[in-house]
Every structure is written in structure tokens, then in C-alpha cells.
């Protein structure tokens, strides 16, 4: 099983000035559906349809995770149309949509999730080992880190989205 190492961050706004002067460079835009099928605990399963925006390409995934904070446990693969229509399908929930910008600021790679179901823009960053997520200083334009912060999981969003729904 592999594991998923990253910090986020409560972004306020897009920092448009850091890409006018090239410090932060845009690299591609996705168009996510994700929709929860299991969750107990620290564990979720979940599946996503994941649209390239420039080239128009989609995906689909099936995720396992497992964990709280800056290291989880996480196993994903790609499923087929069929299977993520199937799922869904039978599921009936109301997906989280997001648009998650990817860029690379100061030799990282970053990606900005902003979200269309509630006033949200979160910031994230994958990092190696846990010993360097720890050591990493963040500027101050991320915001306030909220990596450990259950408030802002995408799933509490998404559980709050289906109660809002039924």
C-alpha cells in the first residue's frame, strides 16, 4: 500500500500577481466529480470522474484511504466508464464538484481545488516523506494550514452536501 504525504492550506484567493511574474506557473485545470461510497471512521472509499479540461481526456478512479492528517494510506486505480456509471448509478448521491488547478511554485508542484458547492479554495502540497511535510515552511499567500483540520475533509464537505440534498 502506498501512502499519500501532503499539507493544505485554507487559500483565500488565487495569488494573480505570483503568475503575471511567472513565480507561480499554471500547468493544467481538472474537472472533478467525487462521490463517497463508504465511509467508517478514518477510512473512505470513494470514486471520481476526473476531466482534463484542455485536452477534454476523462478518467475514472476508485480510491481506498485510510488515515487521518498528513500521512494516509491510499491505493487507487482506474475503473472504466461502465463501472464508474454503475457505481454512481446505483449510489444516487450527489457528487462534490471541484475544479483543482495544478501549478509549480518554487520547484513544487501544487494544486488548488476550488469548489462549486460551497465557498471553499483549498491548497495542497505532496511532499516525500513525513520528516519533510513537517519541515517545510510555507509562504504566507497559502493561508492557514489546515492539514490536520477535519473541518475542511472532503468528505465532512461532502457529507454536508448529501444531508443538504435529501
Same mark, same amino acid.
Given at each position: 500500500?502506498?501512502?499519500?504525504?501532503?499539507?493544505?492550506?485554507?487559500?483565500?484567493?488565487?495569488?494573480?500577481?505570483?503568475?503575471?511574474?511567472?513565480?507561480?506557473?499554471?500547468?493544467?485545470?481538472?474537472?472533478?466529480?467525487?462521490?463517497?461510497?463508504?465511509?467508517?471512521?478514518?477510512?473512505?472509499?470513494?470514486?471520481? !470522474?476526473?476531466?482534463?479540461?484542455?485536452?477534454?481526456?476523462?478518467?475514472?478512479?476508485?480510491?481506498?484511504?485510510?488515515?487521518?492528517?498528513?500521512?494516509?494510506?491510499?491505493?487507487?486505480?482506474?475503473?472504466?466508464?461502465?463501472?464508474?456509471?454503475?457505481?454512481?448509478?446505483?449510489?444516487?448521491?450527489? &457528487?462534490?464538484? !471541484?475544479?483543482? =488547478?495544478?501549478? !509549480?511554485?518554487?520547484?513544487?508542484?501544487?494544486? =488548488?481545488?476550488?469548489?462549486?458547492?460551497?465557498?471553499?479554495?483549498?491548497?495542497? =502540497?505532496?511532499?516525500?516523506?513525513?520528516?519533510?511535510?513537517?519541515?517545510?515552511? &510555507? &509562504?504566507?499567500?497559502?493561508?492557514?494550514?489546515?492539514?490536520?483540520? !477535519?473541518?475542511?475533509?472532503?468528505?465532512?464537505?461532502?457529507?454536508?452536501?448529501?444531508?443538504?440534498?435529501?
Amino acid at each position: 500500500m502506498s501512502f499519500e504525504i501532503e499539507r493544505k492550506f485554507l487559500l483565500q484567493e488565487i495569488p494573480q500577481s505570483l503568475i503575471e511574474e511567472g513565480e507561480l506557473q499554471l500547468q493544467s485545470e481538472h474537472r472533478i466529480e467525487q462521490t463517497y461510497l463508504a465511509l467508517a471512521g478514518d477510512q473512505e472509499l470513494r470514486v471520481r !470522474k476526473i476531466e482534463d479540461l484542455a485536452t477534454g481526456e476523462v478518467t475514472y478512479t476508485h480510491t481506498f484511504k485510510k488515515g487521518h492528517g498528513l500521512l494516509r494510506e491510499e491505493v487507487e486505480y482506474e475503473i472504466s466508464e461502465g463501472i464508474y456509471e454503475q457505481i454512481t448509478g446505483i449510489h444516487q448521491a450527489v &457528487p462534490l464538484t !471541484k475544479n483543482r =488547478v495544478t501549478a !509549480k511554485w518554487n520547484g513544487r508542484i501544487i494544486e =488548488v481545488d476550488l469548489y462549486d458547492q460551497i465557498d471553499l479554495m483549498v491548497l495542497e =502540497v505532496e511532499f516525500a516523506s513525513e520528516e519533510e511535510a513537517i519541515g517545510f515552511t &510555507p &509562504p504566507d499567500w497559502f493561508g492557514l494550514d489546515i492539514s490536520t483540520n !477535519k473541518e475542511y475533509s472532503n468528505k465532512k464537505v461532502w457529507k454536508e452536501l448529501q444531508e443538504r440534498s435529501s
